[in-house]
């Protein structure tokens, strides 16, 4: 069973640091190209960064470029994003997905992670 | 930048078809996904390459795409498919997301 367990959200101060993980299992992780999508509370999906299954290529988008982190350790299985300069609409649900080749979609979700900025 | 463009609600009564549109230039060009949530949940993905259901997806679900315009398409809606709809397309290497939909059945 495909799985992806994300951790480390929490409060933050603006200017601050954050690091998401996102732990798969059920899968071949070194295989799939891994994707962050955030959610403001009542509002609609934005898409945030993608990595290439090997780490070689990253994509982000304007909003977070130069602040946002995206990267993975094959070995352990996991996704990160690292978070800094943190501002408060970055306040957010945090999803990480795993981008199916197969099916050119966002075919498995993590359970989210909830990042709050705030002083 | 590209934009996806949905209505911001939907109603349908039960047993009725509900469809759901999201425009964007020239989507007919490109595969476009749909994605349901439902309050407290994780997205889940219900349509794929503009037309196709995923395993567990009940047949119910359809999609087409054509000219600038993807619609999903729900015949005989049932309570349970009460949540919000997100459209998604990819623009060179970014994914982009139409602003949701959300589908009342009553």
């Known amino acids: 069973e495909v799985q992806l367990v994300q951790s480390g959200g929490g409060l933050v101060q603006p200017g601050g640091s954050l690091r998401l993980s996102c732990a798969a299992s059920?899968?071949?992780?070194?295989?799939?190209?891994m994707h962050w999508v955030r959610q403001v509370p009542g509002k609609g999906l934005v898409w945030v960064s993608r990595?290439?299954?090997?780490?070689?290529?990253?994509d982000y988008a304007d909003s977070v470029k130069g602040r946002f982190t995206i990267s993975r350790d094959n070995a352990k299985n996991t996704l990160y994003l690292q978070m800094n300069s943190l501002r408060a609409e970055d306040t957010a649900m945090y999803y990480c997905?795993?981008?199916?080749?197969?099916?050119?979609?966002?075919?498995?979700w993590g359970q989210g992670t909830l990042v709050t900025v705030s002083s | 930048s590209y934009e996806l463009t949905q209505p911001p609600s939907v109603s349908v009564s039960p047993g009725q078809t509900a469809s759901i549109t999201c425009s964007g230039d020239k989507l007919g060009d490109k595969y476009a996904c749909w994605y349901q949530q439902k309050p407290g949940q994780s997205p889940i993905l219900v349509i794929y390459q503009s037309n196709k259901r995923p395993s567990g997806i009940p047949e119910r679900f359809s999609g087409s795409n054509s000219g600038n315009t993807a619609t999903l398409t729900i015949t005989g809606t049932q309570a349970m498919d009460e949540a919000d709809y997100y459209c998604q397309a990819w623009d060179s290497s970014a994914v982009v997301f139409g602003g949701g939909t959300k589908l009342t059945v009553l």
């Open positions: 990595i290439k299954s090997d780490g070689s290529s990253t």
């Open positions: 997905a795993r981008d199916s080749v197969v099916v050119t979609a966002l075919d498995y």
């Open positions: 059920g899968f071949t992780f070194r295989s799939y190209w």
